[in-house]
């Protein structure tokens, strides 16, 4: 039985892509400030780092996306250097259904995560992704992993729906960006939110068509997010002026992310 007052922290990560980053360095500092993370809930990119911190919590999770990323950097580039050339025509990219396929992302997963189960975990993990059909947000603890990450990870519009349990699966940031309340379903009752969809005034510059849906769509996630949000202990948003596409810039971000932390514990009063 756990003794009174003593916490169990749940850890929420946000959707946005490469500025997934920020989560891996926010993760690095709680276990700085020894935190035993006991349930993480993730939407896309959170789903990606959420998942394997919840299957390897000691494991330093810098060096093993830094290799990953690195290993896989020119496919990366190559398919959104297409998906770029494809989406220069705004009306077609209005017009088209996808526009990758996401095999390329499963290699990537498939190294990360194996034949994994969520009952692999060392940490109880939840999985947010979202039911094209019914239109319902979807919770996912069990199967394997691989499969959740896929299902919260694909992107709209840059992706096919991908068919899973007799559902057509679509990024889990689409109705549930940062998912604290997941969190607290799952057994937190102190929940640290990591939320990547900050923008600054002066990083609203958008490269083609794509870019901008999404920040339409986040702006328009920003009251779904707040919803989130009021229910977290502590929340950390990210002033980074990276696309969500570019994984090139993964140390840049996450060491300006890690800055960022340490210097709102500073201001705060908080101790390493």
């Known amino acids: 039985m756990r003794e009174k007052g003593i916490k169990i922290y749940g850890l929420a990560l946000g959707s946005g892509g490469a500025r997934g980053a920020a989560h891996v360095a926010l993760i690095e500092i709680l276990k700085q400030r020894n935190i035993k993370v006991e349930v993480v809930?993730?939407?896309s990119a959170g789903a990606i780092v959420g998942a394997f911190y919840a299957l390897y919590p000691k494991v330093n999770l810098a060096k093993v996306f830094d290799k990953t990323i690195n290993k896989h950097i020119d496919?990366?580039?190559s398919n959104f250097k297409m998906l770029n050339k494809k989406i220069a025509n705004f009306p077609k990219m209005i017009a088209g259904k996808s526009f990758l396929l996401n095999d390329f992302v499963y290699e990537i997963?498939?190294?990360l995560y194996g034949r994994k189960k969520f009952s692999d975990c060392k940490i109880e993990l939840g999985i947010v992704s979202y039911d094209l059909e019914s239109g319902e947000e979807i919770e996912i603890t069990e199967g394997y992993i691989i499969d959740a990450v896929m299902a919260s990870s694909n992107v709209p519009g840059v992706f096919p729906p991908l068919r899973l349990g007799g559902m057509q699966h679509l990024d889990g940031g689409v109705l549930n960006p940062v998912p604290v309340n997941f969190a607290i379903k799952l057994g937190a009752d102190?929940?640290?939110?990591?939320d990547l969809s900050y923008q600054s005034e002066n990083s609203v510059e958008f490269n083609n068509g794509l870019e901008f849906l999404i920040s339409i769509d986040e702006n328009k996630?920003?009251?779904?997010i707040n919803y989130e949000l009021k229910n977290a202990d502590e929340v950390y948003k990210y002033p980074l002026t990276y696309s969500w596409m570019d994984f090139s810039s993964f140390n840049e971000m996450y060491e300006q992310s890690k800055r960022f932390?340490?210097?709102q514990f500073e201001r705060e009063g908080i101790k390493l």
């Open 261 to 263: 932390i340490i210097e």
């Open 221 to 224: 996630n920003e009251l779904m």
């Open 109 to 111: 997963y498939k190294e």
């Open 41 to 43: 809930t993730g939407s």
């Open 190 to 194: 102190y929940v640290i939110a990591s």
């Open 75 to 77: 496919k990366i580039n």
